[in-house]
């Protein structure tokens, strides 16, 4: 069945970085897109950044010029690397995969982002 574990969140000081990693198994990783979702306290959950199964790449306008996502197909890997955090960047990350009409969700890692 289809796993996606995300590690790599934590407490972090505005200014500083951190890299979530999400493990993929159960699937034909290197044929999908894969998403990194956030959801802050009492706010919807947001898209944060897509990679393709080509390694298109696109982000949320919040994010731009300060995350960059990658991926290890041979790893299963999808990364989220996360520079200038700000306070606002403070939210559960979760990792994101669709397969036809069903949506694959991990259980996400908390960020902190202190100010």
């Known amino acids: 069945q289809v796993q996606l574990v995300e590690s790599g969140g934590g407490l972090v000081q505005a200014g500083g970085s951190l890299r979530l990693a999400c493990a993929a198994s159960?699937?034909?990783?290197?044929?999908?897109?894969m998403d990194w979702y956030r959801q802050a306290p009492g706010k919807q959950r947001e898209l944060v950044a897509t990679?393709?199964?080509?390694?298109?790449?696109s982000y949320a306008d919040s994010v731009k010029g300060r995350f960059a996502i990658s991926r290890d197909n041979a790893k299963s890997t999808v990364y989220l690397q996360m520079n200038s955090l700000k306070p606002e960047d403070t939210a559960v990350y979760y990792c994101?995969?669709?397969?036809?009409?069903?949506?694959?969700w991990g259980q996400g890692t908390q960020v902190t982002v202190s100010s």
């Open positions: 994101h995969m669709l397969s036809g009409y069903i949506n694959y």
């Open positions: 159960g699937f034909t990783f290197s044929s999908y897109a």
């Open positions: 990679i393709t199964s080509g390694g298109s790449i």
